[in-house]
């Protein structure tokens, strides 16, 4: 399918098409992708058999990107739905799309998503694997064979998926550590709960653990990631940082090493809820015991008392981890652990994540990351309003909000000050500055 993966093209000196296109995208020398591809520390997530797909590139160096999640449920299984939150995520301004549909004909939604946009696509096998089990094979999840599991794999990358998530590193060793340490939540990946059930009913390892070897075969002629997923992230405070999340992050440590050996790309998962205090920790631990590999976190939520606002405590955390030196982040939504978001809830967790990130980018000197910041700056000394708009993260609403506040345009000041506006009487007391 193809002569040779961007990894492999960039491990032999030859600065590819893709990377010339990527580098151009960031604003970097194409040297700069080629080194980082092959050092690891930088994946391009494009699927050879996806045409129409942006290339994004994320690591080291380069603008954090966001991901918004979206997929049916059994609850929902309206593909329509799914399509307009694809729209409105990319709009908002997301880099990626994660399909995790359990619900309805995943099959049609999951292809249907990938031609609506442009934007990469992430799903997770495993979850095609478990449906297929139960409402195709008329079987329970645990019946599921190892051959049903590699074929869900190899039918998502032929469908042109860019990146796909599997839970390698959930081990029967991880789980009687997981066990003795006493988790108040246990297991909260839907994909990693799968994997728990499927090795203790079958008294087995895990097969994607088990057959890496034959995972890398399948996935590196569609030159697509491997993003190695945190079966035991943390669901809560009290759970980050233990025994179980760090075992399977020095797994993942080890996969990676073998994953390059073959030449595939690799991202890395991190956890979901922890302190403030332990982010900069755990952000610095994978890119120690994972060589470097780009970073991708849930959040992390930093309070687990906020349901209805959780894209603020995912931003507020995913800013920190970002600054530390994560490089992609996956947003959460006001509706996380209340229901499946609405497009209005996409939107709104888009907009946190782009904020985290952006602010993030600005610390670690992202080339040209402060440049709206000062333009931003200069039209608000001007009461240049449309100017202000036109540079806003999410310019219909700060346009909304201003309309909505009544305010009189002959004095170009908002109605927080009026005619007291600092900017009006700075360039009355000193004119011409």
Avoid at 173 to 181: A, D, G, N, S
Avoid at 183 to 201: A, C, K, L, N
Avoid at 206 to 233: M, Q, T
Avoid at 256 to 269: G, K, S
Wanted: with cysteine; net charge negative; hydrophobic share 45%.
């Amino acid at each position: 399918m193809i002569l040779a993966s961007q990894m492999e093209f960039a491990r032999r000196g030859q600065i590819t098409e893709k990377m010339k296109k990527v580098a151009l995208n960031e604003g970097v020398d194409p040297e700069f992708i080629r080194a980082g591809l092959a050092a690891g520390t930088i994946v391009i997530c494009n699927n050879v058999k996806h045409l129409n797909g942006r290339l994004m590139a994320v690591g080291k160096g380069l603008r954090t990107k966001v991901n918004a999640n979206i997929g049916t449920s059994r609850d929902d299984t309206d593909i329509e739905n799914e399509l307009n939150k694809a729209r409105v995520a990319v709009a908002a301004g997301a880099d990626a799309l994660m399909d995790l549909s359990t619900g309805g004909p995943v099959d049609e939604i999951r292809r249907a998503i990938i031609a609506e946009t442009d934007a990469s696509i992430g799903s997770v096998p495993l979850y095609q694997a478990a449906l297929d089990a139960v409402s195709v094979h008329k079987k329970a999840i645990i019946d599921m064979t190892v051959e049903d599991i590699f074929a869900a794999v190899e039918k998502h990358l032929e469908d042109g998926v860019d990146f796909i998530t599997v839970h390698c590193g959930v081990t029967r060793r991880t789980v009687e550590l997981m066990k003795r340490e006493g988790r108040i939540m246990d297991v909260v990946s839907r994909g990693g709960s799968f994997t728990v059930e499927w090795m203790m009913r079958n008294n087995a390892e895990n097969p994607l653990y088990e057959h890496f070897d034959r995972l890398l075969h399948i996935i590196k002629p569609y030159d697509a990631v491997l993003s190695l997923g945190d079966g035991f992230r943390p669901g809560c405070l009290a759970d980050a940082t233990d025994r179980a999340q760090i075992h399977e992050l020095i797994l993942l440590g080890e996969l990676t090493q073998r994953a390059w050996d073959a030449d595939v790309q690799v991202i890395i998962e991190g956890p979901g809820h922890m302190p403030l205090n332990q982010i900069v920790t755990n952000v610095q631990l994978q890119k120690q015991l994972c060589h470097g590999a780009p970073f991708y976190v849930l959040g992390q939520l930093v309070t687990d008392i906020a349901p209805g606002y959780d894209h603020i405590t995912s931003a507020i955390g995913g800013a920190i981890a970002a600054a530390a030196g994560a490089d992609f982040l996956c947003y959460v939504t006001p509706s996380e652990h209340l229901r499946l978001p609405s497009a209005d809830d996409v939107h709104e967790g888009v907009i946190a994540s782009r904020i985290a990130a952006h602010a993030a980018d600005i610390v670690k000197g992202v080339p040209g990351s402060l440049n709206k910041d000062i333009a931003m700056a200069k039209c608000r000394k001007a009461l240049d309003w449309e100017g202000q708009f036109a540079l806003a993260l999410d310019p219909p609403k700060a346009r909304r909000v201003r309309a909505e506040s009544g305010v009189n345009e002959e004095h170009g000041a908002c109605t927080m000050c009026g005619e007291f506006c600092a900017y009006k009487i700075m360039d009355t007391a000193i004119p011409n500055m």
